[in-house]
């Protein structure tokens, strides 16, 4: 990367230096036996520009990650003042079940969170949850009054039927 840095650098320099020297006419035959030893270095350097033209696609892909890095690095330190998290307010707020779900968690207001935790307690206690498919819960008496007469519901229809239940 560092020769591929100076190659640019040589390519650069003789370029700058004739379009300063033409105002001055009488040094001008002096120059161009100057430039004439400088313009072999400068074919020279034309064909180690190509490879280094070569090598700098291949270092810029390795340049880039270093900066990816050094992003993340910053945002875990911006993180760490909001490290603790606040309930959603409308989550914890009490609800009162009705009397179909309130057999199976109780009558007294509960979170909507707390309201679920219960069902699922219910659910696994009676061994309600299908054994060749876990996401299918088999609704015995008391849920099939919760989840309207159903006798099989999933349970992300569950979490639905039983919202319905809650106020």
């Known amino acids: 990367m560092a020769t591929a840095k100076k190659a640019a650098a040589a390519v650069k320099k003789p370029a700058a230096k004739p379009a300063a020297k033409p105002a001055a006419k009488p040094a001008a035959k002096p120059a161009a036996k100057a430039a004439a030893p400088?313009?072999?270095?400068?074919?020279?350097?034309?064909?180690?520009?190509?490879?280094?033209?070569?090598?700098a696609p291949k270092a810029a892909p390795k340049a880039a990650p270093k900066k990816a890095a050094a992003k993340p690095a910053a945002k875990p330190a911006a993180k760490k003042p909001a490290a603790k998290r606040t309930p959603n307010a409308a989550f914890m707020k009490p609800?009162?079940?009705?009397?179909?779900?309130g057999e199976v968690v109780g009558a007294k207001p509960l979170p909507r969170t707390e309201v679920t935790k219960k069902v699922w307690e219910y659910i696994k206690k009676n061994k309600l949850q299908n054994a060749e498919n876990k996401r299918n819960i088999d609704a015995d008496d008391k849920l099939k009054a919760i989840f309207g007469g159903k006798k099989q519901?999933?349970?992300?229809?569950?979490?639905?039927?039983?919202?319905?239940?809650?106020?």
């Open 153 to 167: 519901v999933t349970m992300f229809e569950m979490t639905k039927l039983i919202s319905a239940h809650l106020s």
């Open 95 to 101: 609800l009162t079940p009705s009397a179909a779900l």
């Open 38 to 55: 400088k313009a072999a270095p400068k074919a020279a350097a034309k064909p180690a520009a190509k490879p280094a033209a070569k090598a």
